[in-house]
Nanobody, 120 residues
Framework: QVQLVESGGGLVQAGGSLRLSCAASGSTFRLNDMGWYRQAPGKQRDLVATITSGGSTNYADSVKGRFTVSRVNAKNTVLLQMNSLKPEDTAVYYC??????????????WGQGTQVTVSS
């Protein structure tokens, strides 16, 4: 039982910045990965950025150099700093947490999603 609570979405102009925050609670034992995915209308949910408990990060090519993911508060909170936002960044952003349960098996948890809209 893991609960993920997101905040920080909103409406910004192109070139602006937002910071998303996600706090995990409940059974947070060995949340190996945390991060963010996004889903635009008519598209599948895709990776934005993830970070492991050891601090290794992974970014989608489309956000490299603009977005930064980090973990704070005993690694149970994940942040996404989004700079130089573009209209194509408009999507619902979902917080993600993953826990490895065995070889090739995972438990995954999702937040409710927060809307990010970037106007041109």
């Amino acid at each position: 039982q893991v609960q993920l609570v997101e905040s920080g979405g909103g409406l910004v102009q192109a070139g602006g910045s937002l910071r998303l925050s996600c706090a995990a609670s409940g059974s947070t034992f060995r949340l190996n990965d945390m991060g963010w995915y996004r889903q635009a209308p008519g598209k599948q949910r895709d990776l934005v950025a993830t970070i492991t408990s050891g601090g290794s990060t992974n970014y989608a090519d489309s956000v490299k150099g603009r977005f930064t993911v980090s973990r704070v508060n005993a690694k149970n909170t994940v942040l996404l700093q989004m700079n130089s936002l573009k209209p194509e960044d408009t999507a619902v952003y979902y917080c993600y947490a993953g826990r490895k349960t065995g070889w090739g098996t995972w438990d995954d948890f999702w937040g409710q999603g927060t809307q990010v809209t970037v106007s041109s």
